[in-house]
């Protein structure tokens, strides 16, 4: 796919989440939904990026009152795992089956102490390290989120 369609793509789905609601019960869009290139996990990082920064430009141009996030679900475990990567190669190794999806938020929900530092990420985002257990999995859930500043 194009970047333009890739472009329209993820314009489509911003314009509907937005005016319908939905960005508030989590409506994301996957990055393999976007292009088929994405179902291949070693396109999801640089895809991702991509794909944020495009978000964020449509954003700037419909005037999107929102923040864009990017998340990318990380294996789990029963115990936590912490983060246990430094290295793009090393995130990679990470991923879960599951291919990284685009969100919209009414802003950043997560504290400044969930926030991280990797060298791998453009320093024009902001990325943030979750790791929760829930009622619904015996699994801790992991992910790594990648915003807008």
């Not at 989440?17 to 996990?41: A, E, M, T």
């Not at 802003?107 to 902001?126: E, G, H, L, M, W």
Request: include cysteine; glycine fraction near 4%; charge should be positive.
């Amino acid at each position: 796919m194009k970047t333009g369609q890739i472009q329209n793509k993820i314009k489509e789905w911003a314009r509907t989440v937005w005016k319908d609601g939905s960005y508030k019960r989590f409506n994301d869009l996957h990055l393999d939904d976007i292009d088929p290139i994405f179902q291949d996990c070693r396109n999801w990082f640089c895809g991702g990026i991509l794909c944020l920064n495009t978000a964020i430009a449509i954003k700037k141009t419909e005037k999107i009152p929102l923040v864009f996030q990017l998340q990318f679900p990380l294996r789990s475990k029963r115990t936590p795992y912490g983060v246990n990567f430094k290295t793009i190669d090393e995130f990679s190794e990470e991923f879960e089956n599951t291919p990284p999806s685009l969100y919209l938020l009414d802003k950043i929900p997560y504290t400044s102490n969930k926030r991280k530092k990797f060298d791998f990420i453009p320093a024009v985002f902001q990325s943030f390290y979750l790791e929760t257990l829930t009622p619904a999995d015996p699994d801790y859930c992991r992910f790594l989120v990648i915003t807008e500043k």
